[in-house]
């Protein structure tokens, strides 16, 4: 022990941050039980929140690096006895924190998380129940947390090695890795690319923890438990994956029963996990809501409640804020110890709160379950039965699908903000990977090899290549792993009847998964879906002869944030419908390429265009990769320009028709019926709103330069690749003039357009001489001036914001010696390169 962590446990001799809360009257009677279940003596952590807000932002830094999100007001590890009352501090820090304690199965250390004063980082460390033997298990740059003890010795924790980011926050990723006692040959046993929170064994062998995860659905729906061996291997869904809501976490095992015990934070989830106390009974199944039994409060209504640990079938230690209390299945509860008022406590971000209680005692050690993991292996095996069978699988029939499109969701190298940015159009948050296909037998049954230790997801093709049904999650396997399923979505109490004869593809050896001949991996939309638009499309779908047929502009014209093409694709729903607040296992036939209305065009060969085979499958396979934008993460959080066009000029000149009326006192101004272009270009006018308190532009240059809004207003009016083909300048320009001669003076007639123009309103702009068209045209020209200079993904000369660089500097992808190196380097390929660092590499004997 160096001679700060000897001065660090010294100073815990004589530190008092924590007051013993002795009942009175009856109250006693919860001590009691407690002390009758061999619960005498107790430890828990103290330290403040984290900062952010979000349940799992406490720790790390912000992606914007303006803040670390640890609480930062000191830390203490304590050790009371319910008996006496007696405390004894552990380990305290003033500077630093400390979490997450873990007893072991001896009863004589506890393994916790510690992040020392004058660091930044969390690392594991463990200690002797009386404060003394304090060890560093764990170390380098990235924070490891939530930590428990395996039967084997080992341990599970959670851990930011795996260098990502959440998807739709400013905040990095921690998922599950194991190390062996001293800390020692540290794996990730997960392939997730969000958070992975507060494992714990149950008494079976396997690890029960929390995983978020979403890849094309609901972002905020999806935090519920789930089941992995210590090794990795036979990840499974334990409980509330199928059905929307509320954060399970903090969930452990009740001794003597088949029942969890777990947190239940309402919607999103609450800071620190806070929220109702719930009991989980599995054995009807992982999709049954009423197996869930509120101790406290409602599902809705959440509670104060964290970090319960049973210790017994009907009483718990419970974290409550700044208490520990004990409490009954009834919700009674008896505090035992409280944290006192800080001098800070005025500050909400500062106050130190009690978290993570648990006895200290002696405990059996589970069964071991083997490990299943061949490190010499770079692949595993998944097994299907019959993908037509399943919850949702009308029309489906052994025989239709004859093809598993494999994709592999790509983890965030860093996020800024809480959207999808430039990845897609309320599409998803992450790219994807076209790793190619495997076959399906005839009775449905599949049998394929992936790649190890990597996320993927499949998309069922029929036999024209089109999407049927497509997997709104991920599976992964570990290294020699085999893993099976009966079918899409089954009910995971179901399995294959007995004396079934083994599915046609079981009998053979694997499949490996073909490429995809000549179609990029990773697909981008101004790289390779824009010159198939260019080529065939743009002649008709141009600003020059008047608004684009159908409203539908597929110029690859840059606007503020996407390309006027395609936004109009996406927005209009000729991808498919919206997916990215879809809850997933959608009716086959819904949504993809198979019914995609652009797919359907080009299959009718609209308007005797005929694309080749290779252009129809980039266009089909660009739809099933969820139709993204950009090719890679480098895009993040730059290349958004804020509108400069005057906010003054637009209202006076357009506001007679698209300002809206007040509809009431204190109501928000609601804009007119629109100009009546054919859909859904006409419905773009219809959302636009000139009459605004403040210019739009002004909002969203004080707002951090990645956030911007995605809807109708901007993106298709404001052409920054040649301004004078702006549709909000084409629109009111009189037709000899050169424009489309649409927009005309006056109120709004009752016939609409058509009876304006009847009427022989005038243009708005006669010519291109009216000084407020030259106003709007000069100021989207000093809109295109910025992007010019600062640059979007597919433009001359890129470059990529200084926290991407940052991130690929930390993780050793990009060298560190200047920021000018990664405008040397083709973000495309940097990308790659930190896609690949995290692979699994098998190990020699």
């Not at 279940?37 to 799992?56: N, T």
């Not at 029942?259 to 996990?273: C, L, T």
């Amino acid at each position: 022990m160096d001679a700060r962590l000897r001065l660090v446990v010294l100073l815990a001799v004589v530190s008092s941050a924590v007051t013993t809360g002795r009942a009175a009257g009856a109250e006693p009677a919860l001590v009691a039980k407690a002390l009758a279940l061999g619960c005498e003596e107790i430890v828990f952590a103290e330290r403040a929140p984290g900062k952010d807000g979000h349940w799992y932002a406490n720790f790390g830094y912000s992606a914007t690096h303006d803040r670390y999100l640890y609480g930062g007001c000191g830390g203490f590890l304590h050790r009371l006895n319910l008996r006496t009352g007696n405390r004894t501090v552990l380990l305290a820090d003033r500077q630093g924190d400390v979490r997450d304690p873990q007893v072991h199965y001896d009863g004589r250390r506890i393994v916790f998380a510690y992040r020392r004063g004058g660091t930044h980082t969390y690392h594991l460390y463990e200690i002797h129940v009386d404060g003394t033997g304090l060890r560093q298990l764990t170390d380098g740059p990235y924070d490891d947390i939530e930590p428990t003890y395996t039967p084997t010795g080992n341990i599970v924790f959670a851990s930011a090695r795996c260098r990502c980011w959440v998807p739709c926050w400013f905040t990095p990723v921690a998922v599950l890795f194991r190390c062996g006692p001293n800390g020692e040959d540290i794996q990730p046993i997960s392939a997730n690319m969000e958070q992975e929170n507060t494992p714990q064994m149950l008494p079976d062998g396997r690890v029960l923890y929390t995983r978020w995860e979403y890849v094309d659905r609901n972002n905020v729906a999806f935090h519920h438990l789930w089941t992995i061996n210590p090794d990795g291997t036979g990840q499974m869904t334990y409980f509330g994956n199928m059905h929307p809501g509320g954060l399970f976490i903090d969930a452990r095992p009740i001794p003597g029963t088949r029942q969890v015990v777990m947190i239940d934070s309402p919607g999103h989830g609450r800071r620190e996990h806070a929220g109702a106390v719930a009991i989980v009974d599995p054995d009807a199944g992982p999709d049954t809501r009423p197996s869930v039994r509120y101790v406290t409060g409602s599902a809705k209504r959440g509670g104060p409640y964290r970090d319960p640990y049973p210790l017994s079938a009907d009483l718990l230690l419970v974290a409550r804020e700044k208490d520990i209390v004990l409490m009954d299945a009834s919700g009674a509860s008896q505090v035992v110890c409280s944290a006192p008022d800080s001098a800070r406590d005025t500050d909400r971000w500062s106050q130190r709160w009690l978290h993570e209680p648990q006895p200290l005692r002696g405990r059996p050690r589970e069964p071991v379950i083997p490990s299943r993991v061949d490190r010499r292996e770079a692949t595993g095996r998944l097994l299907l039965t019959d993908v037509a069978r399943g919850r949702n699988m009308p029309d489906v029939n052994p025989g239709d699908i004859r093809t598993l499109l494999v994709l592999e969701p790509l983890p965030k190298p860093v996020n800024y903000n809480g959207w999808m940015g430039q990845i897609s159009y309320k599409r998803s948050y992450f790219m994807e990977r076209i790793l190619g296909t495997v076959p399906v037998e005839p009775d449905g049954s599949a049998h394929l090899e992936v790649p190890a230790g990597r996320p993927v997801l499949f998309v069922a093709l029929d036999g024209r290549g089109r999407a049927v049904k497509r997997m709104r999650s991920f599976t992964a396997v570990m290294p020699g792993e085999v893993l099976g399923c009966v079918g899409c979505h089954e009910p995971r109490t179901e399995t294959n009847p007995a004396g079934t004869p083994p599915p046609l593809a079981h009998r053979r050896p694997a499949s490996r998964i073909e490429p995809i001949a000549d179609v990029p991996d990773v697909l981008d939309f101004p790289r390779d879906i824009q010159p198939i638009l260019d080529r065939h499309c743009i002649r008709c779908h141009n600003y020059d002869a008047g608004p684009p047929p159908a409203g539908l502009p597929l110029v690859g014209a840059r606007g503020p944030w996407f390309s006027h093409s395609y936004h109009a694709l996406t927005m209009g729903g000729y991808v498919g419908v919206e997916t990215h607040r879809y809850l997933g296992n959608e009716t086959p036939f819904t949504n993809g390429s198979c019914t995609a209305p652009l797919m359907k065009q080009i299959d009718a060969g609209h308007n005797k265009v005929r694309l080749s085979a290779r252009e129809t499958l980039l266009i089909r396979l660009w739809i099933d990769c969820n139709a993204p934008y950009t090719g890679t993460y480098a895009a993040l959080g730059t290349g958004f320009v804020p509108l400069l066009v005057s906010q003054d000029v637009l209202v006076e000149r357009c506001g007679a028709c698209h300002a809206g009326a007040k509809t009431g006192a204190g109501d928000r101004t609601q804009p007119e019926p629109p100009l009546r272009f054919k859909e859904p270009y006409g419905n773009l006018f219809s959302k636009m709103n000139f009459a605004t308190s403040k210019p739009a532009w002004e909002q969203q240059r004080r707002a951090l330069p990645f956030q911007g809004d995605h809807g109708a207003g901007g993106e298709r009016f404001y052409n920054l690749t040649e301004p004078e083909k702006s549709p909000i300048l084409l629109a009111p320009l009189a037709k000899d003039a050169g424009g489309w001669g649409v927009c005309r003076k006056g109120r709004r007639p009752a016939g609409g357009p058509s009876a304006r123009k009847a009427s022989g309103a005038e243009a708005v702009f006669a010519n291109t001489s009216d000084p407020d068209y030259r106003q709007i045209l000069s100021d989207i020209r000093a809109t295109k001036a910025v992007l010019d200079e600062v640059t979007r993904f597919d433009m001359p000369h890129f470059r990529p914001n200084a926290h991407y660089v940052r991130e690929m500097k930390r993780y050793g992808i990009l060298a560190a010696h200047g920021r000018d190196a990664a405008n040397a380097i083709d973000p495309y390929t940097l990308d790659r390169a930190y896609w690949r660092s995290l692979w699994w590499v098998p190990k020699s004997n």
